[in-house]
């Protein structure tokens, strides 16, 4: 998640990076801490001392408890750094599904309303590493399913300045899944299925598709979707079938993601249907939707119609001819 303005004058501006390694489009991650390099946010462990890292919390939690847990922040690198610590919602950027969370401006009503952390602020030393306790308290009204969201550490000092007066500011944060008990829903919906094409003036060079939709988790529970999509061109043949795509990695509750898939080199002249089909990983949750298309490049249509013209004027004068022969 990222956020850029230009200022009218070149003071430097507060902007917060995305949330680097823990927030791009992955699966669930291994089991290894978030960290960009120079520090790191990660669960403490529980349990036996061989008992494995936590890279993420999970929690499971009735409306109205009050789960307990402690945040770790790392300093990597050999200089003291100031963080602030909060916790926040978890979403899907639109465009790329990728995992982002909110602002520590923005409205929270998940895991960053419920969270509540023993320090807002440390100072960890080179080197070193600060842990802090936090509770997350479920509201009794809470909606039952999954909520994901994130304990952010947020350094406090502004980075270098992009060159246009803007300056960044950098945050990592360790996920949270919450799973609130109560009914569980799945539900998964294809929307706004799209087919756009650009023909070329001259035929044969540059012909390109692009075939949209919309991926909608409608139910509480996250989804790992597998997506499949299949255009079908006159008389049934398989015009177009590109290999299955899982996007995103995780489609959070509520989420909207918009895809599109470029179709390169489509036929010349064709019609027929886009089918796109989305699947959940057990495949029990199957959802499709199409739209229709056609591939018509104007050009070679005139061209055509030039040439069968011709052979029409050409086929008449000739009838002609033959009658005065006669």
Do not use: C
Request: hydrophobic share 40%.
């Amino acid at each position: 998640m990222s956020h850029r303005s230009t200022p009218r004058r070149p003071a430097p501006l507060l902007v917060v990076l995305g949330l680097l390694a823990l927030f791009a489009a992955l699966p669930v991650p291994p089991a290894h801490a978030a960290d960009n390099g120079r520090w790191s946010v990660f669960p403490v462990r529980r349990g036996a001392p061989e008992a494995p890292d936590r890279a993420y919390f999970r929690m499971t939690a009735d409306r109205g408890a009050t789960v307990h847990d402690k945040v770790t922040i790392k300093n990597l690198d050999a200089r003291t750094a100031t963080f602030q610590l909060y916790g926040t919602d978890g979403y899907n950027t639109p465009r790329d599904g990728g995992f982002a969370v909110r602002n520590k401006a923005e409205r929270m009503t998940g895991v960053g309303a419920w969270t509540r952390l023993d320090r807002t602020e440390v100072t960890v030393p080179g080197g070193g590493q600060v842990t802090v306790p936090f509770t997350l308290t479920v509201p009794a009204g809470a909606e039952p399913g999954d909520h994901p969201g994130a304990i952010v550490a947020l350094d406090t000092r502004l980075g270098r300045s992009d060159g246009n007066g803007v300056a960044v500011q950098q945050a990592v944060g360790a996920r949270v899944y919450l799973k609130v008990n109560g009914a569980r829903v799945r539900g998964l919906r294809i929307d706004d299925v799209r087919f756009r094409y650009s023909a070329p003036l001259v035929p044969g060079t540059g012909r390109a598709a692009t075939i949209s939709y919309a991926l909608v988790n409608s139910g509480n529970v996250m989804l790992s979707p597998q997506v499949t999509l299949r255009a079908k061109g006159v008389f049934g043949h398989t015009a177009f079938e590109p290999p299955g795509r899982r996007l995103p990695a995780e489609l959070l509750p509520g989420q909207r993601v918009e895809v599109t898939q470029k179709w390169v080199g489509p036929p010349l002249v064709d019609w027929g249907n886009v089918e796109v089909t989305a699947a959940d990983t057990t495949g029990d949750l199957v959802e499709s939707a199409e739209v229709g298309y056609a591939t018509v490049n104007w050009t070679v249509v005139a061209l055509a119609g030039l040439v069968l013209a011709g052979a029409g004027v050409w086929l008449v004068l000739r009838r002609r001819a033959a009658a005065r022969a006669e």
